[in-house]
């Protein structure tokens, strides 16, 4: 935190921002996404920083750079990410292979890393059929073997198929996921905390980008069902605006945890969070050290940091820079 960073926008961005070097538009080699997650961890804003994003297969590779970590005082934090799925079996295989690597690391970089949460796209064959009971004893079975798994992730973040004409699958979705947390809550489990939606929202062209009306579909349906969220692709920018690059208005950051957060405290309904998702002008995002302000409505200051703690967690960017500086430009930080 800055001297002019406000304490309402220290806890908005606690945390915020998973580093994703190793994916598209960077796509750096390990080595140097490895030293950069190390460099930014040493930099005053370092709090803004949460985990590393890395394939479950790139772990033994990540074995060879370990006296990068050595400097650092805390152990990385890692976000494993499994391979995308088409039958149900395969999934199951996936997560197995997820599991050993898991093991792997905590195993030879003990004391260096931690593997915090787990990242994977749902099967096509479990979220096509529509099955409630299908995919939810999927999602059950797949938390019993990380449960029984020492040091495996406690959070766990599923992606759907994501048809972005349809808001079916996304309820599908998210109601197989309410019921999953509540088992997982009733029974007990120590280990695996909770599992998440993970949005995906953008990418490298202006087909990637999800209409503005599926990212509202997701943070209400996510409120109404108590599923956490994190996000992933399209956000290296606080503010929507309309990039060259891809052709098409970038969804900001700033609008999508802002209109989640206040979705949340006020109960919104679809037209009033649309102006916060449409929102353009910087300065209507108003942060104190009493809580942030949009169009009449205020959210206090410790209520945005429990949001952000346990509904909306992160997003997942291949640039720590970027967002930072964005920000900088902007007199936030």
Known sequence: MTDKTSESLSRFLYKIIDYAG????????LEQAVENYAEHRKSELKWMLSRFIIPAGLIPDLITYKDSFITVEEPFSLSVLGKKTDTIEEFQNEIDRVLEQVQLANRELKGYVTTDSFEIKLPVE????????????????????????????????????????????LEFTMEALSAHNEILRVENYHQTEAAGYKLRCGGTSEAAFPPVELVLSALLTARDKLVPMKFTAGLHHPVRHFNESVNTKMHGFLNVFAAGLFAYAFDLNREEMMDILLEEDPESFQFTDTGLTFNGFH????????????????????????????LKK???I
């Open 22 to 29: 190793l994916f598209p538009p960077a796509e750096l080699p």
């Open 299 to 326: 959210i206090e200051t410790e209520e945005i940091g429990e949001l952000r703690s346990n509904a909306f967690l992160s997003y997942g960017s291949c640039s720590f820079a970027e967002p930072v500086d964005d």
């Open 330 to 332: 902007l007199n936030l």
């Open 126 to 169: 479990a979220v096509e059929s529509y099955d409630r009971d299908l995919l939810l004893e999927l999602l059950n079975e797949t938390a019993t073997r990380f449960e029984q798994t020492e040091h495996a992730p406690s959070f766990l973040f599923y992606e759907s198929v994501q048809d972005y004409s349809a808001d079916k699958e």
